[in-house]
């Protein structure tokens, strides 16, 4: 059975008032979505077959959790119709996609075979999609870049006022490490608390960055490092990515580590050719 994905929110409603160039500003939805886009998102799994959730990213990334722990189960696309989930095991699993946003477990093909079976009405189970407000989206943004607007602070030692251009320039490095709760690496430190970083364009503007580590977040797209050229060492493991081609760019680049994502190794095979004299860290199959 495919276990179930909760996004996480962190702490009580904080407004970063000095991180320049994000504000927090709402993030408008698409007026017109692709079949894609309306997936996207987070789904409740019934209570009765096991509870927990599914979250499908935009990079075609699906993701479940349980009471048992995260499971990282593989890819999800649309085929005639429906969405069809490939597990990291091999196996494929096909769902119905209801009028009211819902996905219903309809079928699956096993590792190894070819045939799909179907399952029997009283067997099917629906995962009910959850819905996310605009203000909710805000806050967590919010929550985001004072987080953000902490770290940067504490890095520089100025604790008030507006970081400026001078100010941003100081920071050389940065870390946001992202535990699952009750998994801290530093003992006392409870990472789960933090907000998810899921978006580097909040962190575009520090382009004097020499070393980041944003590791066990929430991360799809990296061509956000477009600018940030100085970049040394990057860790990014346990994350969401599929393509590393922005990184290509990075000339300076010495070290990068990418275990944890869905990469491929034709993937890393690009990279070591832009990056000849960096070191890719992975577990991408061949």
């Not at 075609?60 to 890819?75: F, N, R």
Request: aromatic fraction near 6%; proline fraction near 2%.
């Amino acid at each position: 059975m495919i276990a179930v994905v909760v996004l996480v929110g962190c702490g009580k409603k904080e407004k970063a008032q000095n991180f320049e160039g994000n504000k927090g500003a709402a993030i408008k939805p698409s007026k017109q979505a692709s079949s894609e886009e309306k997936i996207v998102g987070s789904y409740a799994f019934p209570r009765e077959a096991g509870g927990g959730h599914c979250h499908f990213f935009d990079n075609g990334v699906v993701e479940t959790s349980a009471e048992s722990g995260t499971l990282l189960l593989g890819s999800w696309s649309i085929r005639k119709g429906e969405v069809v989930i490939v597990s990291d095991t091999g196996g494929t699993s096909f769902h119905k996609i209801e009028e009211n946003g819902n996905l219903t477990w309809v079928g699956l093909t096993l590792d190894g075979e070819t045939e799909r079976h179907a399952h029997p009405k009283e067997d099917q189970v629906t995962w009910k999609k959850m819905k996310v407000s605009e203000e909710l989206r805000t806050e967590e943004k919010e929550k985001t870049i004072a987080y953000i607007d902490t770290k940067i602070r504490f890095r520089i030692g100025k604790r008030t006022g507006a970081l400026t251009e001078a100010d941003l320039e100081k920071v050389k490095s940065l870390t946001f490490e992202k535990y699952e709760e009750g998994k801290s690496f530093e003992e006392g430190v409870d990472y789960s608390k933090y907000p998810y970083i899921r978006d580097l364009t909040l962190l575009a503007k520090l382009t004097k960055l020499e070393k980041l580590v944003i590791t066990g977040n929430k991360i799809t797209d990296l061509k956000p490092l477009g600018d940030l050229t100085e970049l040394q060492v990057l860790d990014l493991r346990r994350n969401k990515i599929t393509d590393l081609s922005p990184l290509a760019e990075l000339k300076q680049l010495k070290e990068v580590s990418l275990y944890s994502n869905y990469i491929t190794m034709e993937e890393v095979n690009k990279l070591k050719t832009a990056l000849p004299n960096c070191k890719i860290f992975h577990n991408a199959d061949d």
